[in-house]
């Protein structure tokens, strides 16, 4: 093992759910003061993406530095893949994990796997999900139903029980009058438990930082702040705005007011982090990772959902800063670069044994200088949500929007109907063609590996 010197750095990843990259490079406003100072002495991309447009199709690259394509469900890391913190777990490291209330990276779907202390907020409420189920093991109809449960936002019991109720309206009635429908009888709920788990998970955060008392650590935030609905703790451009109405009776302009402040109240939360890392004497000894799973369309010009199953540039570029410990790496990175490579390069530069099967772009610290490779081609790909629970009990779902990029193209291809969209036409896009084609075989049939080994793994249970 190389570079045993380096084993006592800890490691803490902060990733805000929807959060765009162009709120942290250059924006208007003044979001991110504390961001913006930790970027000083930071390492920072700007042209850094994620593999897929949402949650499920994004964590993981991030978690299992795999494709979308390489799951054996939606979202789901198979066993067979080592997670992050299991391979820190494995390197001596302590872990702790915090979910502020995304079902898609929750226990249910396996990103427990690893962690010593792992809480999950999935109940929008001050007691975390996994502490209440500590000890027993879901059978899969519980587990099943408490990911529908989340994931339609956790609506009052009455209206979640009548999901068939609320599909049916959606057949019959316009948009504006089941927006008008969830305004009167689902949003308050949600918004008042949000306002407060805000607060909560912050302090959760805090609390477990100033109680460490074993070194190396890891640490992953997963912060719902930049989620809809925006519901803003530290509120500078919306203070006028009723926030249930601009949420669910929807202005786009209003909107972005919210989602603004929602990035200001992130990066107050980093701040107050980054003081006590300074208090506790940590901060040097930290590497410190910042990013966004996925961004969001605001509404801006699209229909549908907030992240849909498309690759367009607003949902797949993200902001990524690096604060490495005891180094004079910093500055901006203007090369492409992917997240699935994030925490192998960073394995590399702690000198940790892991274990990675592909060939992915990474990025070396040598010196003062942090250098990008393998980073010729970027790729993308997308699961569709629309039948993602009937997939999720057949355990399919198989992606079907694929996406490739270089310096001078973007190509997005479309297996369901086997056409391609060049996002820039030039000499390029046949060669771009060429290689996507070839990404696509390969990953396929590490698809099928991957299912293969989760039966045997299931029957052996």
Known sequence: MKNKHL?????????????????????HRDLIPNIRKLMNESVYFTKAFSVGPNTP?????IFGHIYPSETSRLGFIPKSVETVAETFARNGYSTYGFNAGNAWVSEYWGY??????????????????????????????????????????LMKSKAASNASVLNALRKIYPRKLLKLYRYLFLSKKLYLNKRELEKVFSEEILSQIQGIDRVPFFMWAHFMTTHSPFVPVKRKFSNNHDIRKSNYLRQDDKLVDLY???????????GNIVDLLKAKNLFDSTIIIICGDHGDLLGAGH?????????????????????????????????????????????????????????INSFEVQGNKLIVRNNEFIYLEARGFQDAF???????????????????????????????????????????????SRHIQRNLTNREKYRLRDRICQMRL
Not at 145 to 151: I, K
Not at 402 to 430: A, H, P, Q, W
């Open 112 to 153: 427990d796997r690893g962690f010593a202390d792992f809480q999950s907020h999935l109940n929008l409420s001050s007691t975390p999900d996994s502490r209440l189920i500590s000890g027993r093991r879901l059978d899969y109809k519980t587990r099943l139903y408490n990911s529908l449960r989340n994931l339609a936002l």
């Open 7 to 27: 084993l006592a750095k800890n490691v803490l990843f902060l990733c805000s759910d929807c959060l765009r990259a162009d709120r942290i490079y250059g924006y």
């Open 260 to 270: 603004d402040d929602c990035v200001f109240t992130f990066d107050h939360y980093v």
């Open 303 to 359: 229909r549908g959902r907030h992240h849909p199953s498309k690759l367009i540039p607003e949902l797949i570029r993200i902001p990524l800063i690096i604060k490495f410990c005891h180094s004079k790496v910093s500055g901006q990175v203007d090369e492409m670069f992917s997240v699935i490579g994030l925490f192998a390069s960073v394995f590399r530069y702690l000198g940790l044994s892991y274990k990675v099967e592909k060939d």
């Open 57 to 61: 199709n994004s964590y993981p690259s």
């Open 390 to 436: 009937a997939a999720r009990c057949r355990g399919t779902g198989d992606v079907s929007i694929y996406g490739i990029m270089n310096k001078d193209c973007f190509l997005r291809y479309n297996s369901k109907y086997g056409t391609y969209e060049g996002v820039k036409e030039d000499g390029e896009r046949r060669k771009l063609t060429d290689v996507l």
